[in-house]
C-alpha cells in the first residue's frame, strides 16, 4: 500500500494556551527540516500533523523528530460510513498481505466533526466487514492488529500501524543551551536528552592539539552528524587546549590538573555560551563514574559556573547509559579509540575530593583570564551537519 499520507500526534500535555502555536509551528518546521525531499508538504490540522507525499523513508526519518508521540502511514476517506468501512477492509487486508494475522480491533475516534455516527457504531460496522470480509477474528485485548480510524472535520483517516515517535519535546522551544562534547560514550547521550526536552545545543569540543592528533575532532564531527539526525542544526566549536593545558602543568599541583582543565573548559564555555546567547551549559557527567566525577569534585568544578549546569545523566548507570547511545546511534563512534585532551599530561594521583578553595589557589598561580581568552580566540567554527 501506498499511504496517502502519514499522520502524525503530539502529546497535550503542557501545550495549553499561548505555548501551544509556538510548539507545532516548531515541530512543523522540524519536520519539515528532517524530510527534505522525502514529503511534499507538512501540514498542521486539528492538533495533528499531516505529512503529505510521502516517500519510502519519510516514516523512519519522522520517528527521530523530538514532539512527535507516534506517526502512522494511513488512507484516507470521506467522512462517510460506506467510504470509511470500504476503505479500512483495503487496510486491513494490506496489513494482512505484509504480517498475516489472525486476530483484530477497530479503534474509531471524533474530533470536530459533523460526522454523527457515534465511535462505536463504526467499531462495530467496520468490524463486521473485516470479520465476514477477511474471515478474521475480534480480540479487544491482545488483538494482532489495531484498525484505527480518526474522524476530522470531513476526513477519515485510517491505518493498521502506529509506530512510536521519540516524545519529548521540538527542538528549539527550550532555548539555546552550551553542551560540552567529548569523543566519549556519554556527552552525545546527554545532549540527545537535553534536544529531546526542547533545548537547540550548540556543541563545543576541546582537544589537545598540538600535543594530541586530530582523531577526538574527527570523532566529534561524526557525532555531531549523528545527532544531526535528529535535529541538531547549529554549528559548533573545535577549541585547541594543550598549550593551556601545558601552562597550568607548569604551576600547578598535578592531582588537580584535570579539575583545572574542567574548569578552564567550564569558564571557555560560557564565553562562547555569551557569543549565542545559550542559557545552560550541559555536561555528560555521572556521579560517580570517574575520579572527576565524585560530588566533592564536580562541586569543586561546578563551583565557577555562573550559568546552570545541567547533568541529565547525573543519576544514570553507565549500562543505561550505554544502552541509550546505541539507540542514538553515537555508540560505535564513542567506542573508537582516540587521543583525549583530559589525558594528556594526566597525573597517576588525581584528586578525588578536592574543595573549591583549593582550586582557586592553584588558579592564582597562572594567568587564567588569558588562558580563557586564548582558548576563546582559538576556537574554530564548524559547520552545522
Ligand atoms: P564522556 O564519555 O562524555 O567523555 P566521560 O565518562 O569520559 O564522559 P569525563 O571525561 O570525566 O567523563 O567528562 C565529563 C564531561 O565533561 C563529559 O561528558 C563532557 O560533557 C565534558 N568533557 C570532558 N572532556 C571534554 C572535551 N574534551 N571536550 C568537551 N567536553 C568535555
Ligand atoms: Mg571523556
Same mark, same amino acid.
Given at each position: 500500500?501506498?499511504?496517502?499520507?502519514?499522520?502524525?500526534?503530539?502529546?497535550?500535555?503542557?501545550?495549553?494556551?499561548?505555548?501551544?502555536?509556538?510548539?507545532?509551528?516548531?515541530?512543523?518546521?522540524?519536520?519539515?527540516?528532517?524530510?527534505?525531499?522525502?514529503?511534499?508538504?507538512?501540514?498542521?490540522?486539528?492538533?495533528?500533523?499531516?505529512?503529505?507525499?510521502?516517500?519510502?523513508?519519510?516514516?523512519?526519518?519522522?520517528?527521530?523528530?523530538?514532539?512527535? $508521540?507516534?506517526?502512522?502511514?494511513?488512507?484516507?476517506?470521506?467522512?462517510?460510513?460506506?467510504?470509511?468501512?470500504?476503505?479500512?477492509?483495503?487496510?486491513?487486508?494490506? $496489513?494482512?498481505?505484509?504480517? +498475516?494475522?489472525?486476530?483484530?480491533?477497530?479503534?474509531?475516534?471524533?474530533?470536530?466533526?459533523?460526522?454523527?455516527?457515534?465511535?462505536?457504531?463504526?467499531?462495530?460496522?467496520?468490524?463486521?466487514?473485516?470479520?465476514?470480509?477477511?474471515?478474521?477474528?475480534?480480540?479487544?485485548?491482545?488483538?494482532?492488529?489495531?484498525?484505527?480510524?480518526?474522524?476530522?472535520?470531513?476526513?477519515?483517516?485510517?491505518?493498521?500501524?502506529?509506530?512510536?515517535?521519540?516524545?519529548?519535546?521540538?527542538?528549539?522551544?527550550?532555548?539555546?543551551?552550551?553542551?560540552?562534547?567529548?569523543?566519549?560514550?556519554?556527552?552525545?547521550?546527554?545532549?540527545?536528552?537535553?534536544?529531546?526536552?526542547?533545548?537547540?545545543?550548540?556543541?563545543?569540543?576541546?582537544?589537545?592539539?598540538?600535543?594530541?592528533?586530530?582523531?577526538?575532532?574527527?570523532?566529534?564531527?561524526?557525532?555531531?552528524?549523528?545527532?544531526?539526525?535528529?535535529?541538531?542544526?547549529?554549528?559548533?566549536?573545535?577549541?585547541?587546549?594543550?598549550? $593551556?593545558?601545558?601552562?597550568?602543568?607548569?604551576?600547578?599541583?598535578?592531582?588537580?590538573?584535570?579539575?583545572?582543565?574542567?574548569?578552564?573548559?567550564?569558564?571557555?564555555?560560557?564565553?562562547?555560551?555569551?557569543?549565542?546567547?545559550?542559557?545552560?551549559?550541559?555536561?555528560?557527567?555521572?556521579?560517580?563514574?570517574?575520579?572527576?566525577?565524585?560530588?566533592?569534585?564536580?562541586?569543586?568544578?561546578?563551583?565557577?559556573?555562573?550559568? +546552570?549546569?545541567?547533568?541529565?545523566?547525573?543519576?544514570?548507570?553507565?549500562?543505561?547509559?550505554?544502552?541509550?547511545?546505541?539507540?542514538?546511534?553515537?555508540?560505535?563512534?564513542?567506542?573508537?579509540?582516540?587521543?583525549?585532551?583530559?589525558?594528556?599530561?594526566?597525573?597517576?594521583?588525581?584528586?578525588?575530593?578536592?574543595? $573549591?578553595?583549593?582550586?582557586?589557589?592553584?588558579?592564582?598561580?597562572?594567568?587564567?583570564?588569558?588562558?580563557?581568552?586564548?582558548?576563546?580566540?582559538?576556537?574554530?567554527?564548524?559547520?552545522?551537519?
Amino acid at each position: 500500500m501506498t499511504p496517502d499520507l502519514l499522520l502524525a500526534h503530539y502529546h497535550e500535555i503542557g501545550l495549553k494556551g499561548r505555548n501551544r502555536p509556538r510548539f507545532e509551528r516548531a515541530l512543523r518546521e522540524n519536520l519539515k527540516r528532517a524530510l527534505g525531499d522525502s514529503a511534499a508538504r507538512v501540514r498542521l490540522v486539528s492538533g495533528r500533523v499531516e505529512i503529505l507525499e510521502p516517500k519510502p523513508d519519510a516514516l523512519e526519518r519522522v520517528t527521530r523528530v523530538f514532539g512527535v $508521540a507516534n506517526v502512522a502511514p494511513v488512507l484516507v476517506a470521506r467522512a462517510d460510513l460506506d467510504a470509511i468501512v470500504a476503505t479500512a477492509v483495503d487496510v486491513a487486508r494490506d $496489513a494482512d498481505r505484509l504480517t +498475516p494475522f489472525e486476530t483484530f480491533e477497530v479503534r474509531a475516534r471524533r474530533a470536530r466533526t459533523q460526522f454523527v455516527t457515534t465511535s462505536q457504531v463504526v467499531n462495530e460496522t467496520v468490524g463486521d466487514a473485516i470479520r465476514l470480509g477477511l474471515s478474521k477474528r475480534v480480540d479487544l485485548r491482545r488483538p494482532d492488529v489495531s484498525v484505527r480510524i480518526e474522524i476530522v472535520h470531513d476526513k477519515a483517516y485510517i491505518s493498521a500501524a502506529k509506530v512510536p515517535g521519540p516524545g519529548g519535546l521540538p527542538v528549539g522551544t527550550a532555548g539555546p543551551v552550551i553542551t560540552l562534547l567529548s569523543a566519549g560514550i556519554d556527552s552525545p547521550v546527554s545532549t540527545w536528552r537535553m534536544m529531546r526536552r526542547g533545548a537547540d545545543p550548540v556543541a563545543v569540543h576541546f582537544h589537545g592539539q598540538p600535543f594530541t592528533d586530530r582523531s577526538s575532532e574527527q570523532k566529534v564531527t561524526q557525532l555531531i552528524e549523528v545527532l544531526g539526525r535528529w535535529g541538531y542544526r547549529r554549528p559548533w566549536w573545535s577549541v585547541p587546549m594543550g598549550e $593551556a593545558q601545558r601552562e597550568i602543568t607548569l604551576s600547578a599541583p598535578s592531582p588537580l590538573r584535570v579539575l583545572l582543565y574542567r574548569r578552564l573548559m567550564l569558564r571557555v564555555a560560557e564565553g562562547l555560551a555569551a557569543r549565542v546567547g545559550a542559557l545552560a551549559v550541559v555536561t555528560g557527567e555521572s556521579l560517580g563514574q570517574v575520579a572527576s566525577q565524585t560530588l566533592e569534585n564536580m562541586a569543586a568544578v561546578g563551583a565557577v559556573a555562573t550559568l +546552570p549546569l545541567l547533568r541529565p545523566l547525573v543519576g544514570t548507570d553507565k549500562v543505561e547509559i550505554i544502552d541509550e547511545a546505541r539507540r542514538v546511534g553515537s555508540y560505535d563512534i564513542s567506542a573508537e579509540a582516540h587521543q583525549d585532551c583530559c589525558t594528556l599530561f594526566e597525573p597517576r594521583d588525581p584528586a578525588t575530593h578536592a574543595r $573549591a578553595a583549593e582550586l582557586d589557589e592553584a588558579e592564582a598561580g597562572y594567568d587564567l583570564p588569558a588562558l580563557v581568552a586564548d582558548c576563546l580566540e582559538r576556537a574554530e567554527p564548524r559547520p552545522p551537519p
